[in-house]
């Protein structure tokens, strides 16, 4: 839930190009949106567990997922600190099961600061690209792609920060790969348009 209202945000604020008023509208009638189908839809026994899980007992009990994932993420960080240069090695964090629910602790535990840093640099290649993509005019028939691949990107980025290890984020993977391919593809179409056949 949080990877879709935080996909929807970024959409709103980041892709779209409404008026600013039109962006806080479309943001609260949203949230309303949310949390009626929230309320109406829902299963109970769900509908509980989100309850449970933002709870002080939550944090208290070993078995609840919000305990299992912060005392992973602690340990993630503490693998960092202990190596932070190169990281204690692929799959060796979180008591080498490499799974401490954070690709970003993963990355930086078991790669160190040269993995984060190529991992932030990775990020933020893809997001430069798509966001320089968009702005260009001329490329408007590739647009509605590209806005998706982008808002599907953050949302599996955001999810990738509270489930799953690195080598299970695959749709991250290939939103990456897809947005850099439609630049580059869209980038060199017009060169190549411009030979004419012999």
């Known amino acids: 839930m949080i990877s879709f209202v935080a996909a929807i945000i970024f959409y709103l604020f980041v892709v779209s ?3 600013l008023r039109t962006k806080i509208y479309a943001s609260i009638f949203m949230l309303l949106m949310f949390f009626s189908v929230y309320k109406l839809f829902i299963p109970q026994r769900l509908d509980d567990f989100y309850k449970y899980s933002l709870s002080a007992n939550a944090r208290q009990d070993t078995t609840s997922s919000i305990q299992i994932r912060t005392s992973k993420w602690e340990r993630a960080i503490c693998d960092f600190a202990e190596n932070p240069i190169i ?5 060796n964090s979180d008591n080498r099961s490499g ?4 690709i970003v602790l993963e990355v930086a535990a078991e790669f160190g600061v040269l993995g ?15 966001t320089i993509f968009l702005k260009n005019k001329q490329l408007s028939n590739s647009h509605m792609l590209m806005r998706l691949l982008l808002v599907l990107f953050i949302y599996m980025l955001t999810h ?12 991250l993977y290939i939103c990456m ?3 850099v391919c439609l630049d580059n593809l869209q980038t ?3 060169v190549s348009s411009k030979i004419s056949p012999e």
């Open 17 to 19: 190009k409404k008026r």
């Open 87 to 91: 990281g204690v090695g692929t799959g």
């Open 99 to 102: 799974y401490p629910h954070n």
């Open 116 to 130: 984060l840093f190529v991992f932030a640099l990775l990020c933020y290649t893809v997001v430069r690209k798509a």
């Open 160 to 171: 990738a920060m509270f489930s799953g290890y690195i080598a299970n984020h695959v749709c």
């Open 177 to 179: 790969g897809l947005i």
């Open 188 to 190: 060199t179409l017009p």
